[in-house]
């Protein structure tokens, strides 16, 4: 390879602080390779148990205390010094305020010390531009986003050129497997859960509405699925006291093949829109944490398939939030020429396609868009 740049990523919009130090070629596109030399992520899990969600206060708090300490340790793991570093990239939105202001400030506080350009990342475009780091993937590609905080389709064609092609009006698809699991008894965090409890239930047996598929386009709604699972939950324990295991088994088994379902046909759509581009080598790619469902995995793979479409889903390490995205989103707006100043402003909503009208609903992880 001939000359390198190697960016520290930082990431602090939600309940993960994370630093990561990825080293790439300077040309231009990911064929010229990628390496990613570490990626720490602390999560905040037990700070936040005993409050049902997560409590922005605490985990700003938590985010000024620990982003040094993750940033020395991802230096340490990657064997190199800041001197080694070209540039700082740090998430700065959309996400939880006081989180990415601790971000931010940090990241700040680091360029001007250490005398090297600041990079401020949109999370999602973090998120979307994964692949290319992962499977350098060329543009344009199809992305599905499906996490606890957010849920979109976007078409990327280029690392500054997000169209939305649709996106939840209300809750993120994790979050209803959250409630679900709530609803139902067990632990969080639900996907899995919800996901293994499925496992032997029946899903015809409770009839869970297909929400939006009626109306035309790429949008999706969750928040209904989860009323209709409490009457199901309610219409079956009144009478008998309760639920056996079979009963919950097959709340599970039937609310995530309505997700499924959903996803499906909504990807069927944005696919068709994203083909219709022509793509050279079509690619379907997916991010966030609900991706790790074994059962929207091989439903979403058959359709892609199915339509001659290679579909991507990168280890889940690097689905869910960490550094590593960021870092790479800052490679490569770094290879655009992009720097940001002393001004650079934390945003709690920052919407990747500054075309499409806003998306509403702000989940328990903050604005979705
Ligand atoms: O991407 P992520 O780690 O964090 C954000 O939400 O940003 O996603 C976490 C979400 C949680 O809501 C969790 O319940 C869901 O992903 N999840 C799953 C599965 N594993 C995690 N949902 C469905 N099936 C799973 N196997
Ligand atoms: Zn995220």
């Not at 379902?261 to 050279?280: H, I, N, W």
Request: glycine content about 14%; proline content about 6%.
């Amino acid at each position: 390879m001939g000359q390198t740049i190697t960016i520290l990523g930082l990431e602090s919009s939600c309940d993960d602080t994370a630093a990561a130090v990825v080293r790439a070629g300077s040309g231009a596109g990911p064929e010229t390779g990628a390496e990613i030399l570490s990626s720490v992520v602390e999560g905040q899990v037990a700070l936040h148990a005993g409050f049902g969600g997560v409590v922005p206060e605490i985990a700003a708090r938590a985010h000024a205390e620990r982003l040094d300490l993750c940033t020395e340790a991802a230096l340490a793991a990657a064997g190199i010094g800041l001197d080694a570093i070209d540039a700082v990239a740090v998430t700065a939105g959309p996400g939880l305020i006081g989180g990415v202001l601790s971000g931010v400030m940090f990241a700040k506080g680091l360029a001007a010390g250490a005398a090297l350009p600041l990079i401020g990342v949109n999370h999602l475009a973090g998120h979307a531009l994964t692949p290319r780091l992962t499977d350098g993937v060329a543009f344009p590609y199809l992305m599905l986003l499906v996490s606890g905080g957010h849920c979109q389709f976007l078409l990327v064609r280029g690392a500054d050129d997000f169209t939305r092609l649709g996106g939840t009006i209300d809750d993120a698809p994790g979050e209803a497997f959250d409630k679900t699991a709530k609803l139902l008894g067990l632990p969080q965090p639900g996907g899995p859960a919800v996901e293994a409890e499925a496992r032997t239930g029946d899903p015809a047996r409770f009839a869970f509405p297909r929400p939006l598929l009626d109306r035309a386009g790429c949008d999706l709604s969750f928040s209904g699925l989860k009323t209709a699972l409490l009457r199901a939950r309610d219409a079956v324990a009144a009478p008998q006291g309760g639920l056996t295991r079979a009963d919950r088994a097959d709340l599970c088994a039937g609310f995530q093949a309505a997700v499924r379902d959903v996803l499906v046909e909504k990807s069927r759509r944005a696919l068709a829109l994203y083909l219709a581009l022509g793509p050279a080598d079509p690619v379907f790619a997916v991010a966030g944490g609900v991706a790790a469902n074994a059962s929207l995995r091989a439903a979403l793979t058959d359709l892609a398939t199915g339509l001659g479409v290679r579909f991507l889903a990168p280890p889940l390490r690097l689905c869910t939030d960490n550094a590593a995205m960021i870092a790479w989103a800052g490679v490569e707006r770094f290879r655009m020429g992009h720097r940001d100043g002393m001004d650079l402003a934390a945003r709690p909503r920052w919407p990747l396609d500054r075309r499409s009208p806003a998306l509403n609903g702000s989940g328990r992880k903050g604005p979705k868009s």
